[in-house]
């Protein structure tokens, strides 16, 4: 059976470039997706969009006015945009290079006017979505760190789930007294928290998925895709009718309660996602951020094996690659060394179908004369067999 395509084996035994674009490991899946938000996209440093604007694209060190949606950016109602963040000229920072070469968006506590990011519904220019999602069944992931610790609240994440005002029916995810916080809040004003010590994981980087079913009555939290707590709720029987979301504060957006610390990417989902969808989600933000590198792992699955190989041969010879896209050396080549790097971790996580042997010899049939053009050291590399 050929795994691989065949201009993988051409490509590895004359030396042609394969002419496939660049892939990434895995996709994101857009069902359902509510927005989008990422750094390295649309962070402008006006309100381009709020006052119709020619974007100024924030820069090392510049306060962050607008950070477009990237979900519904291109779906015009009306002559208007998709749902976007928006905060004053006192917006925190964008950082250039924030995380294996990619920026984020910093809060810090020496600028007490940092606000958090305030989600605005460009359909009617107010903070409050309406209707606009199931506030029953909502999934997030945020790429991010703490940078400094707190005592008091700090909200990475806040959904305020009403209208009426006070502080019932809203959840997210916070810092205080040393702990990382993801909560549910209802109607009553009586929380249920999944609450773990963050000492540990100050200033590194991770990535928190938290699906809320409020249907069902569960509250579940991932950091770096492996449950931290599935927590069982209250099935939320409240009639909800307002939508309002915020990176960085709670729903007042008082200094007190800002984010201390950088959000490289953000996504909400108006679902409860399904363990394959959250996974999936997961698997393309640990590729991308490099957050869980094991070498030769390109999808980020935990996983070196088939889909890996896959991976580099649909990049081979690329010269602009990243790693979910099977540059492991990080000189953004695609080439043997990062073939060497796969087969020596083959198998990591769990054994593959096949030997790195038997699915080389299915990708590479060479001919002696490409095998004479390659030399013997590569000849030795490709029937390098790792026993695991």
Not at 45 to 68: H, M
Not at 189 to 211: F, G, K, P, R
Not at 336 to 352: C, E, K, R, T, V
Request: proline share 3%; net charge negative; glycine share 8%.
């Amino acid at each position: 059976m050929r795994i691989l395509i065949c201009p993988f084996a051409l490509a590895l035994t004359s030396f042609i470039v394969l002419t496939t674009s660049p892939q990434a490991g895995a996709a994101i899946p857009t069902a359902n997706l509510f927005a989008h938000h990422d750094a390295a996209v649309d962070a402008y440093n006006n309100a381009a969009k709020k006052n119709s604007e020619t974007p100024v694209p924030a820069l090392d060190g510049a306060n962050v006015v607008e950070w477009w949606d990237q979900a519904r950016d291109n779906v015009a109602t009306s002559g208007l945009l998709g749902n976007q963040i928006v905060q004053s000229a006192a917006g925190p920072q964008w950082k250039a290079n924030a995380i294996n070469g990619l920026p984020a968006i910093k809060w810090d506590l020496t600028a007490a006017t940092y606000g958090g990011l305030v989600g605005i519904d460009n359909l009617d220019g107010t903070d409050d979505f309406g209707t606009d999602l199931d506030t029953n069944n909502i999934s997030y992931f945020i790429v991010f760190k703490q940078n400094v610790p707190v005592t008091d609240f700090r909200y990475l994440m806040m959904f305020d789930l009403h209208s009426s005002g006070g502080n019932e029916n809203t959840f997210g995810t916070r810092y205080v007294a040393g702990n990382r916080e993801t909560f549910v809040r209802d109607s009553s004003n009586v929380e249920q928290i999944i609450s773990h010590d963050a000492t540990s994981t100050l200033d590194t980087w991770q990535l928190i998925s938290v699906v809320w079913d409020g249907d069902a009555g569960t509250l579940s939290e991932y950091i770096n895709g492996q449950l931290t707590t599935s927590l069982n709720t209250a099935a939320n029987t409240n009639t909800l009718t307002a939508f309002r979301f915020r990176y960085g504060a709670d729903r007042g957006n008082g200094n007190s309660s800002r984010f201390q610390g950088e959000i490289a990417e953000g996504l909400i989902y108006n679902a409860s996602l399904s363990n394959a969808d959250r996974e999936a989600v997961e698997q393309e933000l640990l590729a991308k951020y490099q957050l869980l590198q094991h070498p030769g792992d390109a999808n980020g699955d935990g996983l070196v094996n088939l889909s890996d190989l896959q991976i580099l041969g649909d990049n081979w010879q690329s010269t602009t690659a990243t790693w979910a896209q099977a540059d492991f050396t990080g000189d953004g080549i695609v080439n043997l060394a990062d073939l060497q790097i796969l087969g020596d971790n083959w198998g990591f996580g769990a054994g593959p179908d096949v030997s790195f042997d038997e699915a080389l010899a299915d990708v590479l049939i060479p001919e002696p004369a490409s095998l004479a053009l390659l030399g013997i050291s590569v000849v030795t590399l490709l029937r390098r067999r790792m026993v695991r």
